[in-house]
């Protein structure tokens, strides 16, 4: 596949990824309908995980770099923020502003590339 359409993916599956935690932090202590919200969490990381790597595969050949080792530690904690917050582990607002800071943590390292 083209880079492009790497890059289009993983930015829809950023979007999934976003709907579907917001919906499962939104729904975190109802009893119904928070299945199909963590589907959607679900679809939205395998959709960023596998475009994800894709677009390393196109873009470069070489070792793992140090932004990228620290996204994949933002993918796992928004991973594990909807199981973190039905829980209590984490009170449901400060996962929502977690998942802000994450995204916008991702975004950074991504552009940015600071190290």
Do not use: N, S
């Not at 939104?26 to 919200?37: D, E, S």
């Not at 209590?88 to 996962?95: S, T, Y």
């Amino acid at each position: 596949m083209d880079i492009l359409t790497y890059r289009v993916l993983h930015q829809i599956g950023i979007i999934v990824l976003f709907t579907g935690l917001g919906a499962a932090l939104a729904l975190a202590r109802a009893p119904k309908g928070r299945g199909i919200a963590l589907a959607i969490h679900g679809i939205g990381l395998l959709m960023v995980l596998v475009a994800g790597f894709g677009l390393l595969a196109k873009a470069r050949a070489g070792e793992w770099e140090g932004w990228i080792i620290a996204k994949v530690g933002i993918w796992l904690l928004v991973a594990c923020l909807p199981a973190f917050a039905r829980k209590g582990i984490v009170p449901v607002a400060l996962a929502w502003v977690l998942g802000f800071a994450l995204g916008g943590t991702a975004v950074w390292l991504a552009v940015m590339k600071p190290f």
